[in-house]
């Protein structure tokens, strides 16, 4: 496939931070039977892969401004453009060796999506989509699901941990789905998740109280492979509430039905 100039900048970034974050889950695997444990390298792996995506992109980029999950809200001179990046989404899965985690680049312009990069170094997976250019993985032309039952679907979620969400609301819309699907899967990381609806992995998927820079690329990776999301009551407001509902059209309205509902007594 054809990159343009931009999404370039964001692989080199992502692959660049991949390769940092490689090297780090690497010492962690060995940290695992440490007395201390790796929590303190996590939290510095996670801030040196932010360090250079934050250096690639202002050096390609200079007065573009950023939102990102250590820093924070960084202002430009540029205001129309916007980066929205987490250096590391699935902390938890990494901290426990685990290879499911990824980098997550989107760039905004003028409020819009139009450009995300999702980098799984450990599966040396990348992701990558472009307004109007479509949705693809290691250059692979991606597709949601086919699939219009919700009896057939593989769906993810979030669910909530200690100290945050409401996990009584969360019980409840678990089991008005898991009474309709085929499955539930919970993968430890939103921008994969998303990833995963547009390469048809998951049918669909759903999550409260999340960042924008959790799944601002992996919206435009859904949207571009084909699909829809939402939030959970059918506003666009995704990177603001921090809640989404995605899938391919029938999977997501069937799932924004079920979610809406008061707990099933079956």
């Not at 080199?12 to 790796?38: C, H, I, T, W, Y």
Request: aromatic share 6%; hydrophobic share 40%; charged share 25%.
């Amino acid at each position: 496939m054809a990159r343009s100039a931009i999404l370039n900048v964001m692989v080199q970034a992502a692959m660049k931070a991949g390769r940092s974050l490689s090297r780090d889950f690497g010492e962690v695997q060995n940290l695992q039977v440490s007395l201390k444990g790796p929590g303190d390298y996590v939290s510095q792996a996670d801030r040196k892969a932010e360090d250079i995506i934050y250096t690639e992109l202002s050096r390609a980029r200079p007065g573009y401004g950023f939102l990102m999950e250590e820093r924070g809200a960084v202002a430009g001179d540029d205001d129309q453009h916007r980066w929205i990046v987490d250096p590391l989404d699935g902390t938890t899965n990494f901290l426990h060796g685990i290879p499911i985690f990824s980098i997550s680049i989107a760039l905004e312009r003028q409020g819009q999506l139009v450009a995300a990069v999702i980098y799984n170094p450990a599966m040396d997976e990348l992701y990558t989509a472009e307004r109007g250019g479509g949705a693809f993985m290691n250059d692979r032309r991606l597709r949601v699901a086919a699939r219009t039952k919700l009896s057939d679907a593989v769906v993810g979620c979030g669910i909530p941990h200690l100290g945050r969400g409401h996990h009584g609301n969360f019980l409840v819309e678990l089991r008005n789905v898991m009474n309709e699907v085929a499955g539930v899967r919970r993968m430890g990381s939103a921008a994969l998740d998303l990833a995963y609806v547009a390469a048809g992995r998951m049918d669909g998927y759903w999550e409260t109280g999340l960042s924008a820079w959790d799944i601002a690329a992996g919206l435009l990776l859904v949207r571009e492979a084909g699909g829809f999301a939402s939030e959970p009551d059918g506003g666009q407001d995704m990177l603001d509430s921090g809640n989404v509902v995605a899938g391919n059209e029938t999977i997501h309205r069937a799932l924004v039905k079920t979610l809406s509902r008061p707990v099933s007594s079956r």
